[in-house]
């Protein structure tokens, strides 16, 4: 995974805290929000959450998705530092939980823009171009180990 700096790190770290205690359901609501906005920017993406089959078994799919969502996330970035071999390994075991699930890798793209809006709808005003950059470079290294995994 491409190194990342410490204040990169820091920004995002500090952006997702705030965001995150901002909401006693914070993974579940955060997760929906980002689950909905990832629908509305690839409606393929439906297909892995099981909207293909029905819409109560989907939103039952998603439901659970969306909170396994945030929950990855804030474990991902909780790891993000010095030990580069242990986020590698657990960033590994969710691209192939990824690939099982059928997930595109043409889908990570819009799940960055979908994190984003989330964060910022959380944060309730727009990200700074530096937080902007530093949730980029970090999304951007942490879905290129996962879809490594992927396409292997």
Not at 8 to 23: P, Y
Not at 39 to 60: I, W
Not at 128 to 141: I, L, N, P, Q
Request: hydrophobic fraction near 40%; aromatic fraction near 12%.
């Amino acid at each position: 995974m491409k190194e990342l700096g410490y204040s990169t790190i820091s920004i995002v770290l500090e952006t997702w805290d705030t965001a995150k205690f901002s909401a006693k359901n914070f993974e579940e609501e955060f997760g929906r929000l980002a689950v909905k906005r990832l629908f509305e920017l690839q409606p393929r993406a439906k297909q892995v959450f099981g909207y293909d089959k029905s819409e109560e078994e989907g939103k039952a799919h998603a439901d659970v998705h969306a909170r396994a969502f945030a929950g990855v996330f804030d474990s991902v970035f909780q790891m993000l530092g010095p030990d580069q071999e242990f986020i590698e390994e657990m960033l590994a075991q969710i691209g192939k939980r990824h690939k099982k699930m059928g997930v595109n890798p043409s889908f990570f793209p819009y799940m960055g823009q979908a994190l984003m809006y989330s964060l910022e709808k959380y944060l309730s005003r727009k990200l700074s171009d530096r937080e902007t950059e530093a949730w980029e470079e970090v999304f951007d290294a942490i879905s290129g180990e996962i879809v490594r995994q992927i396409l292997l």
